[in-house]
Each structure stands twice: as structure tokens, then as C-alpha cells.
């Protein structure tokens, strides 16, 4: 990105659930770009308490001002059965007000706008202020080429994305193919809310004068090389590609060089990495369940988690802002000290590029 002011000033733009990757974007800029950063953070009425904690730690190391805009009731928008990705950007289009009318009384205007992939709504703003609009995909490349890639699937495929008819791998571009069955759930039936939203968002992203992703060149060069090239996902991503990772989540449980140490004790291809993402979860049974089942494996592990909620899937309300450490209260009673040594319990947003290390014998 080039600004033509000597103290360039970016606004970001958090979506829901996703405060961390913006948080820890804003403090590369301000410690690797020397930029000036306001943070804006989105979040649904009810979570304040939450969200607020999560703002005074942002804020503790006074790197640069978050702005929290007022939490955004979607209860008239969102049935109780589609809590999922339909949800994120309807609490944007509900924020927008307020975000326009706080974006615009800022003391020094910005000179860019980056919005995280799930608050694409508000890139118009970016317009009406006349500021560069970029999208920040927090996720690595190939998820960014499918992400872009599913509105040309929707129109090629006769039916539902998961059809159980549907059994060769669906071909992206220049890209590792994707089988059906490994796609991501909102991808899957294109007449729920989730499925539709994430065609619109696709089709917005493209508008931006550019797109960020957490990723580097040497771990995904195909990748990244296909959604710079026009005769492959150039031609649908349109805007111009910057990897700008690893930006992970530093000192959430542990520093980085202790979990990464861990890691390299291991022999290769040993460590089983389990991960729901950022909106799935398990029942308290089923934690259990899983808990038991990698002690009695006896199987090297890295486990993402969260605590428990009544509903699983990709239908749960995700929780946020608990104290990691304390696993008492959902995991089974002695179960960190039985595989100590053997295993990691890690919290939710723990740096997602382990899934290069050739430690890592299979991703879940």
C-alpha cells in the first residue's frame, strides 16, 4: 500500500467475532509501518460486557485508539436458527451509521480503510470519504481463491454444493481441488441465509482496491500465483493480492516460541491438529468424548478450543473473552495433567500457521 502522506492513518474495521485478527493488524502497522490506526469494533447487542474487555486489553498498550460502536440488535433480521454467518454481516449493516457518522468525526482523517472480509457492507464509506478500501482476509490464500471462487461454482453446479451426487472434487483455478465433502458449512445448501450471504460478500470483495491475507509467499506460492493471474482466480479476484503473514495472536496462552518449541521436539508428522474453527463448537458431552478419546489414543495433539456451548455446530453462538487456563469446568478432571507432555489445550485464536509444520501429522 502506498499513501502519499507522511503519517499515513488506516482505519480498521472489525466484523463480529473477530476483533483479535484486527487488533493484532493494527499493532504490525503501528509497529512495522509506522501508521496511525483507529480500530473500530463491531459486536452484537448483548456481548458489550465482553466486547469491552477485549477493547481495555486492546487499549492497554496504547499503540493506537479503538472506537467501539454501539452493539447492533439483529433480532428483527436473524431467525433463531441461522445464528451463523448471516449473522456477522447483518450486525455490520446495522453498525453502519454509527460507524460513518464515528469514521467521519475523527480529529485526523483516515487515508484507508481496511475492513475485515465479513464487514465488506461498509467498504462504500471508503468511497464517499475518497480513501483507498482494502479487505482483510484473516484466513490463508486457498480459503480467500474458494471464498472467491463459490458465486462461478454456484452457477456451474446444477444443484447443492454438498449434493451427495457430487462426487469429484470441485476444480479451482490454479488451486488444490476441493472435495464436496470438505466444504466449509455455509458453502454447503444454497438456500439457507448462510450460503446466500457468503455470495454476496464474494462478490463485494472484489470492489476493494485491494485485498490482505494472512498468509505468506513461501507457504502458499500456487495459491497466491493463481489469484494474480487472469487466466486463473485473477480474473474473479480483480484486486491486487498482499500476503502480509503470519499475523496470529501473540501471548494468549503461552508465547510463541514455547508452543512452536513444543512443536519442534516432536518427531514429523506426529501431532494430530484439531480445530472446529472460529464458528464451531461442542457440547459439553461431546467435549468430553473427544477429550477422552485423544488420552486413550495415546496421540500427539494440538487442540483449539473453546468451552462448550448447548447447540453445536455451525448454528452455536460462539463464546468469547473466557480465561483459557481454567479447564476445570468443561474438560475432564485431570485431563491436562494425564497428557501433559503429550498434548497442547490452546485457546481458539492460537496462531493458525501451525498447519505448516511438518510436525503435523493431519488437520481437522
Same mark, same amino acid.
Given at each position: 500500500m502506498e499513501f502519499s502522506n507522511t503519517k499515513p492513518h488506516v482505519a480498521l474495521l472489525s466484523? *463480529? @467475532?473477530h476483533l483479535t485478527p484486527m487488533v493484532e493488524l493494527g499493532k504490525r502497522l503501528v509497529t512495522y509501518q509506522n501508521v496511525k490506526v483507529t480500530t473500530f469494533v463491531t459486536s452484537f447487542l448483548g456481548s458489550a460486557a465482553t466486547?469491552?474487555?477485549?477493547?481495555?486489553?486492546?487499549?492497554?498498550?496504547?499503540?493506537?485508539?479503538?472506537?467501539?460502536?454501539? *452493539? @447492533?440488535?439483529?433480532?428483527?433480521l436473524i431467525s433463531p436458527g441461522q445464528?451463523?454467518?448471516a449473522s456477522l454481516p447483518a450486525v455490520v449493516r446495522v453498525s453502519e451509521p454509527a460507524f460513518r457518522s464515528a469514521i467521519s468525526?475523527?480529529?485526523t482523517p483516515p487515508t484507508a480503510l481496511v475492513a475485515h472480509v465479513y464487514a465488506v457492507d461498509c467498504l462504500g464509506i471508503a468511497d464517499e470519504l475518497k480513501i483507498p478500501k482494502f479487505v482483510y482476509m484473516s484466513s490463508h490464500a486457498w480459503y480467500l481463491a474458494l471464498f472467491l471462487y463459490v458465486p462461478i461454482l454456484d452457477k456451474n453446479v446444477g444443484g447443492e454444493?454438498?449434493?451427495d451426487d457430487q462426487k469429484e472434487p470441485f476444480v479451482l483455478p490454479g488451486c488444490t481441488p476441493v472435495r464436496p465433502e470438505d466444504l466449509p458449512d455455509p458453502m454447503l445448501v444454497q438456500t439457507k441465509n448462510n450460503y446466500l450471504e457468503l455470495i454476496r460478500m464474494a462478490t463485494e470483495i472484489p470492489k476493494a482496491d485491494g485485498i490482505l491475507v494472512n498468509t505468506w509467499e513461501e507457504l502458499q506460492p500456487t495459491t497466491l500465483a493463481a489469484l494474480r493471474d487472469d487466466k486463473l482466480l485473477g480474473s474473479v479476484a480483480k484486486a491486487p493480492i498482499f500476503p502480509i503473514g503470519p499475523v496470529t495472536a501473540e501471548g494468549a496462552v503461552g508465547s510463541k516460541s514455547e508452543l512452536s518449541g513444543w512443536l519442534?521436539?516432536?518427531?514429523?508428522?506426529?501431532?494430530?491438529?484439531?480445530?472446529?474453527g472460529s464458528m464451531g463448537a461442542l457440547s459439553l458431552e461431546q467435549m468430553t468424548e473427544l477429550a477422552w478419546g485423544l488420552e486413550l489414543s495415546q496421540q500427539r495433539f494440538i487442540w483449539v478450543v473453546r468451552p462448550p456451548t448447548t447447540k453445536t455446530g455451525i448454528g452455536s453462538v460462539p463464546k468469547f473473552g473466557f480465561d483459557v487456563n481454567d479447564t476445570s469446568t468443561y474438560l475432564p478432571e485431570g485431563f491436562m495433567s494425564r497428557t501433559h507432555g503429550k498434548g497442547l489445550v490452546v485457546p481458539q485464536w492460537a496462531p493458525q500457521q501451525w498447519i505448516a509444520n511438518d510436525r503435523l501429522a493431519a488437520v481437522r
Open positions: 466484523s *463480529p @467475532a466486547i469491552s474487555r477485549m477493547v481495555q486489553s486492546a487499549q492497554s498498550e496504547k499503540l493506537f485508539d479503538v472506537i467501539q460502536l454501539p *452493539p @447492533a440488535d439483529i433480532s428483527g445464528t451463523g454467518l468525526a475523527l480529529e454444493l454438498g449434493d519442534d521436539k516432536q518427531p514429523n508428522e506426529s501431532v494430530l491438529y484439531i480445530s472446529f
